[in-house]
T-cell receptor, first 113, second 113 residues
Framework: IAGITQAPTSQILAAGRRMTLRCTQDMRHNAMYWYRQDLGLGLRLIHYSNTAGTTGKGEVPDGYSVSRANTDDFPLTLASAVPSQTSVYFC????????????FGEGSRLTVL | GDSVTQMEGPVTLSEEAFLTINCTYTATGYPSLFWYVQYPGEGLQLLLKATKADDKGSNKGFEATYRKETTSFHLEKGSVQVSDSAVYFCALNKGQAGTALIFGKGTTLSVSS
């Protein structure tokens, strides 16, 4: 059972470059989320999608965009990376029901130089 | 807005010691409460949850009771093991379909033999 697959696992890129973090789930969950994890700040929500075709902004959306063309995929794009976007990014999904558990991927570690 | 406050770490204990990690929340209505655990190099996974006042969640020897009168959801374990070393996150959601979790900043637990 794969659950949530994120790619790449780790990436170093130069400031100003465009980068897409991929996220795929095989649980047919309606809702998907992107969080970033930073030391001392915990997890902060970047963007979310309650169902295919819809997206919404979380707590820290600036500099990021997402799309949800189908149920399984929820890519996160940094149009022009900046050093403050150095972080560990986690994709998660849930069945979208009230009180539902979130299932997390293993994370993508991104370093912007 | 809604928020979760956890005790700051790191928490350092010897094997078989008693563990308490404090968590309090601020939210309107009746949120569901969660504890997630993140082992080194991995994504987050659900440890336990409680969906209404006075509910007790439990798993792997860990327990937490939803106390609405004190807006708390403290995590406890009677005898910790080295394998419990991880980062622990308290979280809430509003119990509405499709809503994301709001996380605390995480507490690092280190258990030595």
């Amino acid at each position: 059972i794969a659950g949530i697959t994120q790619a790449p696992t780790s990436q170093i890129l130069a400031a100003g470059r465009r980068m897409t973090l991929r996220c795929t789930q095989d649980m047919r969950h309606n809702a998907m989320y992107w969080y970033r994890q930073d030391l001392g700040l915990g997890l902060r929500l970047i963007h979310y999608s309650n169902t295919a075709g819809t997206t919404g902004k979380g707590e820290v959306p600036d500099g990021y965009s997402v799309s949800r063309a189908n149920t399984d995929d929820f890519p996160l794009t940094l149009a022009s990376a900046v050093p403050s976007q150095t972080s560990v990014y986690f994709c998660a999904s849930s069945d979208g029901q009230a009180n539902g558990e979130l299932f997390f991927g293993e994370g993508s570690r991104l370093t912007v130089l | 807005g809604d928020s979760v406050t956890q005790m700051e770490g790191p928490v350092t204990l010897s094997e078989e010691a008693f563990l308490t990690i404090n968590c309090t929340y601020t939210a309107t209505g009746y949120p569901s409460l969660f504890w997630y655990v993140q082992y080194p190099g991995e994504g987050l996974q659900l440890l336990l949850k409680a969906t209404k006042a006075d509910d007790k969640g439990s798993n792997k020897g860990f327990e937490a009771t939803y106390r609405k009168e004190t807006t708390s959801f403290h995590l406890e374990k009677g005898s910790v093991q080295v394998s419990d070393s991880a980062v622990y996150f308290c979280a809430l959601n509003k119990g509405q379909a499709g809503t994301a979790l709001i996380f605390g900043k995480g507490t690092t637990l280190s258990v030595s033999s």
